[in-house]
């Protein structure tokens, strides 16, 4: 039974704020979610940082004493938000779950993710390739894969999963989620949707549909 790993989400803790400034954690959490509305209006390259200091309500020099640059904010953006995605989708299976059981899960668990957060979603899906990315924040995506292989190895065993490359598995399972999220344009996914995808894609992953 493959017990998958989270990563932790948590951002490296900012230096106290002097007195009559913004707390630290207040600060921060506003220049991040000011970085994320404003990626995803604009795009990251078309984003200044002043601009992200401006709709955080703070100046540009206290934006650079928690971050280097707009690299090291979008790294601690997708970090954060990874890292909230592993933590949920990536938790421990139940004792006793089956193949077709923990399938389910993961996929309810990913749904409840994507349909609470679906800028974040969005964000992660439109970056995790982007080369400004450093090794810290692509170190976020090994314990997905991991879970995915241990999955696949698992299945595959059992008799009841396709011999498929992990990759494959993985493409296959994200893909038709943030195809999803882009065709809904901002409204909730349907849930007719994503229960003919659900059942359509565990035809395609599994030896038989039962």
């Known amino acids: 039974m493959p017990q998958a790993a989270s990563s932790s989400s948590a951002i490296s ?48 020099g206290t934006l650079y004493r928690y971050f280097a640059n707009k690299e090291a904010l979008v790294n601690a953006l997708f970090q954060h938000w990874k890292g909230e995605f592993n933590a949920l989708v990536l938790a421990p299976l139940p004792e006793g779950t089956g193949v077709k059981q923990a399938f389910e899960l993961y996929w ?25 990315l450093d090794a810290a924040s ?49 409204r909730p996914l349907e849930p007719a949707h994503l229960d003919e995808m659900r059942a359509a894609l565990w035809r395609a992953l599994s030896v038989s549909d039962t």
């Open 13 to 60: 803790p900012a230096p106290r704020a002097g007195k009559g400034r913004p707390k630290a954690a207040e600060a921060e959490a506003r220049l991040l979610a000011a970085a994320l509305d404003l990626f995803e209006e604009q795009g990251y390259e078309a984003t200044a940082v002043p601009d992200i200091a401006r709709m955080a309500g703070v100046g540009v």
């Open 108 to 132: 309810a668990r990913a749904v409840d993710w994507l349909q609470g957060f679906p800028r974040e979603a969005r964000f992660i899906d439109l970056h995790f390739h982007a080369p400004y």
């Open 138 to 186: 692509l170190a976020y995506e090994e314990p997905y894969k991991r879970a995915i292989e241990d999955f696949v190895v698992w299945g595959t065993g059992q008799g009841v999963l396709r011999p498929l490359d992990p990759a494959v598995f993985a493409a296959l399972f994200w893909g038709p989620l943030a195809g999803l999220l882009k065709f809904a344009e901002g």
